[in-house]
């Protein structure tokens, strides 16, 4: 039962333009969540987060949407960088004394 | 700063055979993580210290697996026997409390059991 969705398996987009990827949960409990940024033969780094009492956070070129009511968000970024190429996970946790629950991953490839 | 050490990186095993993982990590960060990570999947949490104490290890196959972390500073993980589904790549993280949700990676071991 996966708790964190990323139906998306991979996203190509134009260097330049805006990445949009999506995470869905299904745990109501839910109270913080993050992305983290993985290269190759990396372990994943921290990107961004975002509180349950927030809706949106931002940093530089990277901005975070979180909708409680559909269980749902969204990493934007802008624009797309080639360096920005990586497999994406959204994480959530449902308190500081909880474990965080990773998603599957998306791979964003930032084409030319 | 360094960051997260993990040793070795790669390990090719044959099954029944026991494996160790080693992890260093950041110097003054308090609580130190175990992950495994399927292909196609993301982290899954196995075991989390707060300096030298387990404190949630819910996660951990205890009949095969078991880790340690003896003066709260570094860590290894061990498994015995290895079985073909523990192939994966064992993440090791760090963060400088309790509940910091900013946790920082190794590279990471992968494993192979043949």
């Known amino acids: 039962d996966q708790q964190v969705k990323q139906n998306s398996p991979s996203l190509s987009v134009q260097e330049g333009r805006i990445s949009i990827l999506n995470c869905d949960y299904t745990n109501s409990m839910f109270d913080y969540f993050l992305w983290y940024k993985k290269y190759p033969a990396e372990g994943p780094t921290f990107l961004i987060s975002i509180s349950s009492i927030k809706d949106k956070n931002e940093d530089g070129r990277f901005t975070v949407f979180l909708n409680k009511s559909a269980k749902h968000l969204s990493l934007h970024i802008v624009p797309s960088q080639p360096g920005d190429s990586a497999v994406y996970f959204c994480a959530a946790s449902a308190g500081r004394d909880d474990k965080i629950i990773f998603g599957k991953g998306t791979r964003l490839h930032i084409l030319p | 700063e360094a960051g997260v050490v993990q040793s070795p990186r790669y390990k090719i095993i044959e099954k029944k055979q026991p494996v160790a993982f080693w992890c260093n990590p950041i110097?003054?960060?308090?609580?130190l993580y175990w992950y495994r990570q399927n292909l196609g999947q993301g982290p899954e949490l196995l075991i989390r210290?707060?300096?030298?104490?387990?404190?949630?290890d819910s996660q951990l196959p205890k009949d095969r697996f078991s880790a340690e972390r003896l003066k709260g500073v570094d860590s290894t993980l061990k498994i015995q026997p290895a079985e073909l589904g523990d192939s994966a790549v064992y993440l090791c993280a760090s963060s400088y409390e309790q509940g910091n949700y900013e946790q920082y990676f190794g590279p990471g071991t992968r494993l192979t059991v043949t």
């Open positions: 210290y707060e300096n030298e104490e387990a404190v949630d």
């Open positions: 110097s003054g960060h308090n609580t």
